[in-house]
């Protein structure tokens, strides 16, 4: 048997323990791959930050160097500008010509340090390198390669440009009165500009707030502008194509139109061509024109190109970081060692946690084989501990209730084996002719019958209750008229047994108790309690019913109260040690099942099931020889108690005959 539970076992990749097995080796791989990627990343970025290859630093630095030179058409003066920018940055910075001539240098010895072969960039204001500034398109066309700071002949002179401003505020004004928001942003040459708030100039066109006159070029701009289209035209009749007119933002339209020389006759300007004759060739040459005669122009105000060196304060440089074969080695050996550890760990922390759990799926297969289980060791008080302490209290108690239905089948048989053999008996001696069938005999017959009946009418009781099918009619009733009902259907009994029977009434000044709840079953749970009363109490003794609000007082609403039955009686008592078991299904300290004293041992179990419907509880008090006393509890109030409709209704409210221990 042992060896088939083996045989039984998962496989490794499906068993718990080696898909913790595999999760564990993943999890380890990855991490250790994720923390050399990560260590590799932050040795390099820190490498790459103290070389002065952090771009945020390093665009700052050059965007303003590029500023300097776009502004000036020399060096000279830089020095302080370098200085300012060193000390800001911490690092060295050097600027020297392309023939590596100095022009600068931050280093403050008599002898810097030599500075490294590779520049960290050239800063030409003609020709940006577009990595590192902020300043032009990304694009990567040629013409966007120039600083827009670099104006040269563009730059407006003073009076110009408070003109232009005055013009500009003026106009502004007039957008601001007409509901447009515009700001007014000054470009490097000195000329404002109208910027319209939500980007929307079809809006100014519908208005009467002019902006002519910023639009226009002044006569300096204007002068400008005819010495860079006369160096474009010269590029274009050099390649034999037609010159153009270019406008104060650089585009160009056809045919450019001589100007009259002064005290001369003007001369008739040759037609422009029309926009679709221009062909793709055509509007690329004239934009390499444009772009070299531009470079051409500001060449003599802009600074020559330099090249600029960032460094640490010392002058020397970090290489790059390059993982070499010798700490490639290390790090697999170490990535070995902690998977080798983990894999290690697990498979003793796996082997833990998997040996309980074949022992709990070998005491489930002896379960399920019909063998008795012996309990699992539980030598933790963890998870799985628990789950071993579980399964052996689930085991316990299947053995409670297997015992227990079989003790159930045998008292069933039994009870109904008794009146079965009765009739039977009977009706034999009826058929051989040793017994009449007078009145005497089928009241015999009747009455086995009817103890036959009230047996199966408590076990579908019981079966309802215990599928959840015994459901209520609750409606309010007044308990005294409960107990006045079930004391007068028991009175012949109590009579003819010498016992007194009575319902006594509520105490003097108490409030007559109403409850909520189902006529029928709560008539057949006192019933039951009365007629077991009645059974063992001896002639002379009496039985007492009666019921109170738990708490209430005369003058006080008892909304929300508990409503207290009692049935009490003058008998024999219930020993310690079985009333415990008095509301056990078949359960009677009388093995003997002498009808005289018992009956089928059902009437409490019916009580119990009764009570717990109605959402109460039921108890039982008594001191031996000298009575008992059975107390119902059930909420007084409807929002307590169940309150749902009825799914199997009894035929008649008369009361089983429960036995008593």
Same mark, same amino acid.
């Given at each position: ?510 409030? @007559?108790?109403?409850?909520? !709840?189902?006529?029928?079953? /709560?008539?057949? +749970?006192? #019933?039951?309690? =009365? *007629?077991? %009363? ?65 009956? @089928?041992?059902?009437?409490? !179990?019916?009580?119990?099931? /009764?009570?717990? +419907?109605? #959402?109460?509880? =039921? *108890?039982? %008090? ?40």
């Amino acid at each position: 048997m042992r060896r088939d539970r083996r045989r039984n076992r998962p496989p490794l990749r499906k068993s718990l323990f080696g898909r913790l097995l595999a999760v564990s080796a993943l999890v380890a791989a990855c991490s250790v791959a994720a923390t050399a990627w990560l260590a590799v990343q932050t040795t390099s970025g820190a490498i790459k930050q103290e070389q002065g290859q952090n771009l945020t630093a390093d665009a700052r630095i050059y965007n303003t160097l590029l500023g300097y030179a776009a502004g000036h058409p020399t060096w000279e003066g830089v020095d302080d500008t370098v200085r300012d920018l060193a000390r800001q940055s911490g690092r060295r910075i050097a600027l020297t010509t392309e023939q590596r001539r100095p022009l600068a240098d931050s280093a403050s010895r008599p002898a810097p340090p030599a500075l490294p072969p590779q520049a960290s960039a050239i800063v030409d204001p003609l020709s940006v390198d577009t990595a590192l500034s902020r300043t032009v398109d990304r694009s990567g066309d040629a013409a966007d390669r120039v600083d827009p700071r670099a104006v040269g002949p563009f730059r407006l002179p003073a009076a110009e440009r408070k003109a232009l401003q005055h013009a500009a505020d003026r106009s502004a004004a007039c957008l601001s009165r007409v509901g447009i928001a515009a700001d007014v942003v000054t470009g490097p040459s000195g000329r404002p500009r109208m910027e319209i708030v939500g980007n929307d100039p079809d809006r100014v066109q519908n208005t009467r707030c002019t902006t002519d006159e910023l639009d226009s070029p002044t006569a300096t701009e204007q002068k400008a502008l005819d010495a860079l289209n006369q160096l474009a035209d010269a590029c274009l009749k050099r390649q034999d194509r037609p010159g153009v007119q270019l406008n104060l933002d650089l585009s160009w339209g056809g045919a450019s139109v001589p100007k009259p020389a002064a005290k001369a006759r003007a001369v008739t300007p040759t037609p422009e061509p029309p926009p679709s004759l221009r062909t793709d060739e055509d509007d690329r040459a004239t934009a390499s024109c444009v772009d070299t005669a531009r470079r051409e122009q500001l060449s003599s105000y802009v600074a020559s190109p330099a090249l600029l060196f960032i460094g640490d304060e010392d002058g020397t440089t970090v290489p790059g970081f390059d993982l070499s074969p010798a700490n490639t080695a290390k790090i697999a050996g170490a990535a070995a060692l902690v998977l080798a550890l983990t894999v290690g760990a697990t498979m003793l922390a796996g082997s833990r946690l998997a040996r309980p759990l074949h022992a709990l799926t070998g005491a489930a297969q002896r379960m399920r084989d019909g063998e008795d289980s012996e309990p699992v060791l539980v030598t933790d008080d963890n998870e799985i501990g628990r789950l071993a302490a579980a399964f052996n209290d689930m085991a316990g108690h299947r053995a409670r209730l297997e015992a227990q239905r079989k003790d159930m089948v045998s008292d069933v048989a039994h009870e109904l084996r008794t009146p079965l053999s009765n009739i039977r008996g009977w009706l034999e001696a009826a058929q051989d002719g040793l017994a009449e069938p007078d009145p005497a005999f089928i009241a015999s017959l009747h009455t086995e019958a009817v103890q036959l009946q009230h047996i199966i009418d408590d076990l579908q009781d019981l079966a309802a209750a215990d599928a959840g099918a015994l459901r209520l009619h609750p409606e309010q009733l007044h308990v005294e008229d409960v107990l006045a009902q079930v004391a007068a259907a028991h009175q012949a009994g109590a009579e003819t047994s010498g016992v007194a029977l009575s319902a006594l009434p509520a105490a003097d000044g108490m409030p @007559s108790p109403v409850l909520w !709840a189902d006529p029928v079953r /709560l008539r057949q +749970a006192i #019933g039951n309690l =009365v *007629s077991n %009363a009645v059974r063992h109490t001896p002639p002379g003794g009496r039985v007492t019913v009666r019921a109170y609000d738990a708490g209430a007082s005369a003058d006080e609403a008892q909304a929300g109260r508990e409503v207290v039955i009692e049935v009490a009686d003058t008998g024999s008592g219930i020993s310690a040690e079985h009333l415990p078991h008095v509301f056990d299904r078949f359960w009677r300290a009388e093995k003997s099942r002498n009808r005289r004293t018992g009956g @089928s041992g059902l009437g409490l !179990a019916i009580v119990r099931k /009764l009570v717990e +419907a109605h #959402g109460g509880s =039921v *108890s039982a %008090a008594s001191v031996e020889g000298q009575g008992s006393v059975f107390t119902l509890r059930l909420p007084a109030d409807a929002a307590d108690a169940p309150g749902r409709a009825t799914a199997m209704d009894p035929a008649d409210d008369s009361p089983t005959a429960p036995d008593r221990a």
